[in-house]
C-alpha cells in the first residue's frame, strides 16, 4: 500500500516537472528573462553627489550665504565715515537714499581723500504736520493718512529711533521736520551755525539752523529734491555719551563732519556743473 502511494506521487511529480518543461518550450524561456536584473540606470556625477552629500551640501551653502552676507555688512559699516540723517514726514526708497549717498560721498571726497556717505532716513510725522495734513484733507472732503500715521507705534518707535541717535548715534549733520530741530535745539544738542562757517547764513531760521532748501547742496541737488521746504539743516554737538563710547574717537569724528558741513556751505552749483 506504501509502495502504491509512493509510485504514485514519483508519477505525479514526473507529469509537474514535464509539463513545466513543456510550458518553458513554448514560452522560449521568456519566464527566465521576465526575472532578470534590469538594466541599471546611468546617473550623472552631480545626480550621485547630490544624492549622497545633499544635507552636507546644503549646510555649506547656509555658511556661506551667511559668511557673505555678514563680511559686506562688515566692509560697509567700515568704510562708512561721513553719517548724515534726515528725519521727518517723507519717506526714501532704495535707489533715493543711494543717490543721496553717492551725491554725499562725492562732495565728501572733492578733496582726492576718500569718504563714504551713509544716509539714514526716518519717516517721522510731528502732531503740526499731522494737523496741517488734516486740515488740507478735510477741505478735499478726504481724510488724511499722515494723521492716522503720527499716531501709530511706528511713528513712536521712529521718535525713539531719533533720540537714540542724538544722544549716542554716529550722526553730526541733521535735516530736520522743525519740530525735532526746535526739540534738539532747546536740550542744548546743536553748535551755533557761526560756529560751523564762521558767520551766521542769510536765511537762517535763528542761531541753529537753516532751510535746507537755501543751501545749494541740498536746493539744487536732484537726490535731495524729496525733501520738504520746511527741512532744517543743522548740526549736532558732540554726543553726551562721548565719555563712554571713546571721547578722543567722538572727537576727532565730530571734528571731521563739521569741516564736511563747510564743505557744503561753501558748494556752488555753477562751480560744479564746470568741472
Not at 519717506?91 to 537714499?97: E, G, I, L
Not at 553730526?172 to 560751523?196: Q, S, W
Amino acid at each position: 500500500m506504501a509502495e502504491n502511494e509512493e509510485k504514485k506521487r514519483g508519477e505525479n511529480e514526473e507529469e509537474y516537472e514535464s509539463n513545466a518543461a513543456k510550458r518553458l518550450r513554448v514560452l522560449g524561456g521568456a519566464e527566465t528573462e521576465s526575472e532578470s536584473d534590469p538594466e541599471p540606470v546611468r546617473e550623472s556625477f552631480f545626480g550621485n553627489l547630490w544624492y549622497h552629500y545633499k544635507a552636507p551640501i546644503l549646510i555649506f551653502i547656509g555658511f556661506a550665504l551667511i559668511f557673505a552676507v555678514g563680511i559686506t555688512q562688515m566692509v560697509r559699516n567700515k568704510k562708512a565715515d561721513v553719517f548724515v540723517l534726515f528725519a521727518g514726514a517723507v519717506t526714501f526708497d532704495s535707489d533715493s537714499a543711494a543717490a543721496a549717498e553717492d551725491a554725499l560721498s562725492s562732495l565728501a571726497s572733492a578733496d582726492g581723500t576718500t569718504h563714504v556717505a551713509r544716509f539714514t532716513t526716518l519717516f517721522y510725522v510731528s502732531d503740526e504736520k499731522a494737523a496741517a495734513a488734516s486740515e488740507e484733507a478735510k477741505k478735499k472732503n478726504e481724510w488724511s493718512p499722515l494723521e492716522r500715521y503720527a499716531k501709530s507705534q511706528e511713528n513712536r518707535d521712529a521718535y525713539a529711533a531719533f533720540s537714540n541717535d542724538m544722544l549716542a548715534g554716529d550722526s553730526v549733520i541733521c535735516l530736520l521736520d522743525p519740530y525735532l530741530f526746535e526739540t534738539i535745539r532747546d536740550a542744548g544738542g546743536l553748535m551755533k551755525l557761526e560756529e560751523v562757517v564762521g558767520y551766521r547764513p542769510e536765511g537762517s531760521i535763528d542761531e541753529y539752523g537753516i532751510p535746507a532748501v537755501l543751501v545749494e547742496f541740498f536746493g539744487k541737488n536732484k537726490a535731495f529734491s524729496s525733501l520738504p521746504d520746511d527741512t532744517v539743516l543743522c548740526i549736532r554737538r558732540v554726543s553726551t555719551m562721548s565719555a563712554f563710547t571713546g571721547k578722543k574717537r567722538e572727537e576727532e569724528a565730530h571734528r571731521r563732519h563739521v569741516e564736511f558741513a563747510g564743505t557744503i556751505f561753501a558748494y556752488r552749483a555753477e562751480d560744479a556743473e564746470t568741472e
